[in-house]
């Protein structure tokens, strides 16, 4: 290995240690990283477009400004509440219903912020029903997951799969959606199984839950009636966007960037207070990563080491297995941004050899649903743990491990086996 394959390596193991271990924040420790790798000149500045990856950057941005405006309508807890009475003080209702719903919001919204918005109410419904708030939230952790892997949008790893292998909003939809319905359905039943005598109560309990909740008025949330209707419009506006942007010639950042300013045009809203809570931290740790892989893409080792992978592959069937439990493993452990950015050009670099297209949904399936695997798999684990926490509700990581390791080996062994039935017979 030459000098500068030397320094990219180790700036790649360096951010990678410091992201596992959280010794420095991993923003930080990205931007150091591509400082280095750019000051050394591994990544030529005339390349740092190419490898920084704006479709990704600049789609995050624009929904989380959507996100930001919209929340301040009372938009979503109006959701969770018409969710509650809708179970009408079944234990066994909320927790499907509130899965079902944390899945079809996650699979638009970064998992991060519905949980956010979802996981207040949840414990206060389940206060109110005098219930073990546990496994509704752990449902709601592994249905965030499992919903942001449906669509091009849902989890920053399909984001950036997306963009790389140029895959529209309707192909994530119809390659991902069936494993996705299919898994939460699964997880909804592991969960059950794990804590169905928390979860049952008797009948009488059971109508007076039915009253409490009754008298829970959703339209109470309401703090802004006419952003709600313009954050409502606008949200559906940008979801038939991306179906039909194929058909529009629009990338999906054109997209979110479009209904983000919308938004704000039509109504009204302070950007500065908009713009102040999109997560900077968040978009500048990916531009950091994107720059430290794109450095393993110019000195080679990538393309080394996919020679290495497909010398041991023999076919496309098993590159499916490999690839999506290899994600699905390494996801639970390390961070499935940071693998993600690793994996995608070495995908590509395997387009030599073999029709990659099933392995981007491999990928896909392993980077979002391996989060499942333990407390720190995914952001959504530990913003729902820490919310509890705060709340004097514990999960600890050896019951989050309990539960979410036969969650995570159910869903992805379902998930693999379909695209194999699909693509690799």
């Known amino acids: 290995m030459n000098t500068q394959e030397v320094i990219a390596l180790a700036v790649f193991l360096g951010v990678y240690a410091f992201i596992i271990t959280e010794k ?11 400082s280095v790798v750019l000051l050394v000149g591994i990544v030529p500045w005339e390349k740092v477009p190419e490898y920084l990856d704006l479709g990704t950057i600049l789609l995050l941005a624009g929904m989380m400004v959507v996100v930001n405006v919209a929340r301040e309508s009372g938009l979503f807890e109006y959701i969770a509440i018409k969710t509650a009475k809708l179970s009408k003080g079944n234990p066994m209702k909320v927790l499907l219903l509130f899965s079902v719903v944390t899945a079809l919001v996650s699979a638009f919204l970064d998992n991060v912020t519905t949980v956010l918005l979802l996981t207040p109410m949840l414990l206060y419904i389940t206060k109110k029903m005098n219930v ?36 529209s909003f309707n192909e994530f939809l119809l390659n991902m959606g069936p494993i996705a319905l299919a898994d939460l359905f699964i997880t909804v039943a592991i969960v059950y199984l794990a804590y169905r005598s928390a979860i049952r109560i008797n009948s009488s309990r059971r109508a007076e839950i ?7 008025d959703e339209n109470d949330a309401i703090r802004d009636r006419e952003l709600f209707k313009k954050s409502l419009v606008t949200i559906l506006a940008i979801v038939v966007g991306f179906f039909f942007h194929d058909q529009l ?3 999906p950042a054109v997209i979110a960037l479009t209904g983000a300013s919308a938004l704000l045009l039509w109504s009204g809203a ?12 968040t978009l500048f740790f990916f531009g950091g990563l994107f720059l430290i892989v794109g450095a393993l893409v110019e000195t080679g080792f990538i393309d080394l080491l996919a020679q290495r992978i497909v010398s041991l592959i023999h076919s496309e069937a098993q590159a499916i297995f490999v690839i999506s439990w290899f994600s699905a493993i390494s996801s639970a452990v390390v961070d499935n941004i940071p693998l993600t950015a690793t994996m995608i050009p070495l995908i590509k670099a395997m387009g030599s050899s073999m029709n990659t297209y099933p392995l981007w949904w491999a990928l896909s399936l392993g980077a979002c649903l391996g989060g499942n695997g333990t407390a720190i798999g995914a952001s959504a684990n530990v913003v729902v743990i820490g919310i509890a926490h705060r709340e004097g509700v514990r999960i600890t990581f050896g019951e989050f491990l309990k539960v979410g390791a036969v969650i995570m080996f159910s869903t992805v062994a379902v998930g693999s086996l379909m695209l194999w039935v699909r693509y690799g017979l």
């Open 270 to 281: 302070s950007p500065e207070e908009a713009l102040e809570k999109v997560e900077w931290a």
């Open 210 to 216: 039915e009253m409490l909740i009754v008298e829970m």
């Open 24 to 34: 420095i924040h991993r923003t930080v420790a990205a931007m150091v990283g591509a």
């Open 249 to 251: 010639g629009l990338e």
């Open 132 to 167: 073990n708030p546990v496994p509704f939230l752990l449902s709601e952790i592994f249905a965030s997951n499992i919903g942001g892997t449906a669509t091009l949008i849902g989890d920053p790893p399909n984001i950036m799969i997306g963009s790389a292998a140029k895959l």
